[in-house]
């Protein structure tokens, strides 16, 4: 009897909340604004108690004249009155006079819910809820053109990390956007360099959002790889500033990058190391003198001997046969090519190398080597199987 009793107290309690009325509000922290710039808008919804039972969903957020970011809700009390509240961030897209029409479903625990979740029937397994989509206060946003993408207050910069490299060496740049605005939006940063090779990273968005709009940074990290120097052009960027109400210019200095050439032969291959050969005493001298002069001399004594020529001939046959002769300068040239191949000591090197030697024949190796997609054992290897064509 007394848990009945419980029951019902908490349901009564419960039930008299839902008679709780509520009024939303909506406002934005400027009127006008021009396109791509940030708009905090602010739904409050407050209620005439505590407003237990009450679950929100907001409805019509999303449309293709505006971006919509979610910055936070926050559910509290004022003077025993509850309000819940979401902030948003707006990027409009379009000029114009925009209208925002927001709903929210409001979701309430009705009382029927309540006493059969409280007594336990049988056949309630949850509590259950009436919705009712209300049509928020519409809020008007005069949008003015643009004719640049980016809005905010931004800083741009360009680091290289030297102003001399040696042919085919990489030179490493950083580009740096920061500031705050409509930071998602940052294009990648494009370079054209005549006679060069870049190689361009995606970009990097350190950023968060704000009532101002993304703040933090987006980095770019690009290569550069060429045999003769060459002028990094200034890089602009342009953009609405806020602080001025004008478009204004970034722009980065020019730079000239000095490259040394590309190679010479011995600085291309490891030195061979000389052999070190031990000194020969006298003693030594004596005894190699008397050992040929013994062989002189059972040579002169033997040689016209039949059995002795007839092995001598035998002997050459068999050399013959075993080690054919080749062609001298040919096998010579290509025993020096596998040998440069094999000292080349960075893929830089081997790329040159390669190029001098015959462009036509490892022009896939050098093309791989350069674009650092294949290892310098495994393009020294390929290198070697075709020396035999070059």
């Known amino acids: 009897m007394k848990q009945l009793l419980g029951s019902l107290v908490i349901m009564l309690m419960f039930t008299e909340a839902l008679d709780a009325s509520y009024r939303w509000s909506i406002h934005a922290n400027k009127s006008e604004a021009v396109v791509h710039e940030a708009v905090e808008v602010v739904l409050r919804c407050h ?60 979701q309430q625990t009705t009382k029927e819910s309540i ?3 409280v007594i336990g029937r049988d056949n309630v397994e949850d509590i259950s809820f009436d919705s009712t989509s209300v ?19 931004m800083n741009l910069s360009l680091h290289a990390d030297t102003t001399a490299v040696s042919a085919y060496k990489p030179l490493h740049l950083n580009i740096t956007l920061e500031g705050v605005g409509n930071l998602q939006q940052v294009a990648p940063f494009v370079l054209d360099i005549p006679d060069a090779t870049v190689f361009a990273e995606k970009p990097d968005y350190a950023i968060t959002l704000t009532a101002q709009g993304y703040r933090g940074k987006v980095t770019q990290n690009i290569a550069v790889v060429a045999r003769e120097g060459y002028d990094i052009p200034s890089l602009q960027q342009q953009y609405w500033h806020l602080a001025t109400q004008k478009i204004e210019r970034l ?38 003198a008397f050992v040929l002069f013994v062989l002189g001399f059972i040579t002169g004594r033997y040689l016209k001997n039949s059995w002795v020529q007839e092995l001598i001939f035998h002997l050459h046959r ?18 020096n090519l596998r040998s440069d191949i094999r000292h080349c000591r960075t893929p830089q090197a081997l790329s040159v190398y390669l190029t001098v030697v015959d462009s036509d024949v490892y022009g896939d190796i050098i093309t791989e080597l350069e674009s650092e997609t294949i290892a310098l054992a495994t393009a020294k290897k390929e290198a070697l199987k075709r020396t035999d064509t070059v």
């Open 47 to 106: 209620f005439s108690d505590t407003a237990y039972g009450y679950f929100i969903e907001l409805q019509q957020l999303t449309h293709p004249d505006y971006e919509i970011k979610l910055l936070f809700e926050t559910e509290a009390q004022e003077t025993g009155k509850e309000y819940y509240e979401y902030r948003y961030v707006l990027f409009p897209k379009k000029a114009g006079d925009l209208v925002l029409n927001f709903h929210a479903l409001m």
């Open 115 to 117: 006493e059969n979740s």
């Open 135 to 153: 049509a928020l206060p519409p809020l008007q946003l005069h949008v003015k053109p643009s004719s640049v993408q980016l809005v905010g207050e």
């Open 251 to 288: 722009e980065t200095a020019p730079l000239h990058i000095e490259v040394t050439p590309a190679y010479r032969k011995e600085t291309l291959l490891d030195t061979p190391a000389k052999k070190e050969v031990p000194p020969v005493n006298e003693r030594d001298w004596i005894l190699t």
């Open 318 to 335: 068999i050399d013959a046969w075993l080690w054919p002769r080749r062609d001298t300068k040919a096998s010579q040239k290509r025993h």
